[in-house]
């Protein structure tokens, strides 16, 4: 079975050499380790002497627990590879069928290296005997090698509103795990797991990034024993949740790690195999208004249209009608499964609304939580077997709420004929797909069986079904804010909502280390009111605008309160988005400050031909430092760059600012914009001055020599 022997820089070798270096690692003889010779590889096996994890765990009863696989055929992108073949390529998926005929157990393993330099696998595991009884599967956890000299982790925590906070810690003996039994990513979900050389940043040091892609239950873990270090990945399964009778297949969700130079270099290659797979980011990313924090459940036809019409105004292309809207949701304790518009809201449905939104020339979204039920609700009421639940008794209700079920065939048609309507008969373009709860205590309600990993596939089912009945309407990943960001559903939508709070200071957070997986162009990214409903914190307008810039620019906001000024404003900013937006949608993400609590923190997108670039940075909290120097990454050092910023009012008056950043604004009228060397503006860098704290500004950078 196969052995992950290097994953990391490039490496030139000749077929010999290769041959030669992946017996060299393998040791017998010593005290404590196995007479027969075994390198653990991608599915370790216990019953090869190894006494770690198992890739492979399941049972017959009991018995055939311990699997012993013979690799029968070694395919690359379908050709089968001979015995004993050398082969170099730049990519390829290698799938191997391997079998443990005493076991009856069939095994097809999976290595993909995308064209973006994305190593991902997956395991399918068979019952292949014909005996009477199910083979149960307790888990399958691929093993991803990493070097020895990878001895520090970043992985993340959070909670509601509070999403991705870094913890950086030593790579020990043991395994560090990051779990989640909410059947959803979970609002403290690590979602990526960095191991590198310490003290990398977003930079220098090797990182490999690894993450595993679905939303069901799962776990990221970093395990480390005597000479052995490696990310295992997995789906977490409840007890007997699969069960495979003769004939049939469990195929664990793919396992993904990314090789880089800085954490920015692992993170790009996500990006390339997102934007790759996005049927939307190639289409120019609409700015948003939401109409949440402007209304919250207080819906009525000629508000929305007010806000629809000043939206417009503003320069906005797409209208999102929140939660609210549908029979009984006048709050949050009923109404989930009820999906036509509120009579007493919507005496007249959402048709003249829908129908105000684009005659404005705008999109109209809706949001929607397809996979949750109120039991106050009709739907309850007339489907209380609908409902998913492990014993007599319906789980602890969250938010009011329970998990409609799936699984069950009738629930499923009913609720994508639902879907399919409400997209058909309003002319959706845009739907906030919310899941507000965990699932706890989620089993098959006739049984009690667990569900999860059913219900996962089964939304994964009806998001599939939806796109392909509309290819054009596209679906934004919702769970209380970003408690659904995996690779799983971002497969099958086109944006995440990155947090409830819109608080720009911790938005710049949660954009940075969301974005370790998910492209900016992906990340919500909203302009709410100076107040932030969740810290309470003030902030200025061009700090939210400029925070928010960098990511699917929108609003959430009551912007019928907007002085004109302050419309002004919000309008200039929105003209900046949509002249910058494919370079957002394109560029490569990198970033410095990550780890210095008194160094601006910056964001950027490169182009990639390197001709432009574009900036977001942040003045630290207060300091002793009234300045600080800041480079500009991923610039080529051989060009030329114009550099050009709109100095806001935020960033204090034009004395606290530094001579080049006047310079650019043309309050120095003697002066010429400036330009300088990328390898001046890469390296050196230039000044920032820091006495107003977390103030933002966005730069651009134009390269102006001409370029070969
Ligand atoms: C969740 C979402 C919010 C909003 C509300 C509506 O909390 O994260 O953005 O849609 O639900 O109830």
Redesign the pocket.
Known sequence: MPVLTHWGPRIHASDHDLVEYAGTSVRTGIGGVSDVPYEPGILPEHSQGWGGLPGIRAHRAGAAWSPRLVAATVTLDGETLAEGGVVQRQGGLVSIAATDKWAGIGVTLEIDLTATGLLRTRVSVRNESDAHGHLEIVGVNPALRLPGDAREILDFSGRWATEKIPQRHPVVFGTHTRGSRRGRTGLDATTVVAIGTPGFDALAGRVWLCHVGIGGNHEHAVERSDGHLAFRGGELLLPGEVRLASGESYVSPWVYGSFGVGLDAAAARYHGFLRERSRSSRRPRPVTL?V?EAVYFDHDFDTLAELATRAAGLGVERFVL???WFLGRRD?TAGLGDWSPDPVAWPDGLGPLAEHVRGLGMEFGL?V?PEMINEDSDLARAHPDWILKARGELPPRFRYQQVLDLTNPEAFAHILGVLDGLVTDHGVAYL?W?H?RDLIDAGHPATGAPAVHAQTLALYGLIDELRQRHPALEIES????GGRVDLGILERTDRV?TS?NHDPLDRARMLRWTGLLVPPEMLGSHVASAVSSVTGRTSDLHTRCAIAFLGHFGIEWDIRELEDAEAAVLSRWISAYQEHRELISTGRVVADGDFDPDAPALRGVVAADGSEAIYTIMTPPLSADSRHRVRLPGLLAEARYRVEAARPDSLGPWWLSPHWLNKTTGLDSEAEVPSYSGSLLREAGLDLLTSLPERALVLRLVRVDAST
């Open positions: 939401n949440w929140d939660d609210g949050d949001w939580e906030k919310d507000n919702c769970a209380s804010g909502h409830d």
